[in-house]
């Protein structure tokens, strides 16, 4: 699997998988029989992110930041 970007994080939750380096997100689905699928890539400026079931969680700008998994945020806290 070649992602093409540098990784400085990477979280997992279930067979979903969370790649990040500060400047871009991606999320995967990995199934034994399609192997890993891309759910969805966005633009984040965050060194601190965190996987959930539905979400992608993560720092801006002393804010946490309640994203979907294309990026669009939900929640700020």
């Known amino acids: 699997m070649t992602l093409g970007i540098n990784i400085k994080g990477i ?3 279930g067979n979903h998988i969370l ?3 500060g400047k871009l997100c991606q999320i ?3 199934s034994q029989t399609n192997g ?3 759910l969805g890539h966005f633009e984040s400026h965050s ?3 965190a996987l959930t079931p539905d ?3 993560q720092s801006s700008e002393g ?3 309640i994203c979907s998994y294309k990026g669009e945020v939900k929640h700020v806290i």
């Open 19 to 21: 790649f990040y380096n």
């Open 36 to 38: 890993p699928q891309l």
């Open 47 to 49: 060194n601190v992110s």
């Open 63 to 65: 804010k946490l930041e």
């Open 11 to 13: 979280d997992c939750c």
């Open 28 to 30: 995967y689905e990995v």
């Open 55 to 57: 979400s992608v969680v």
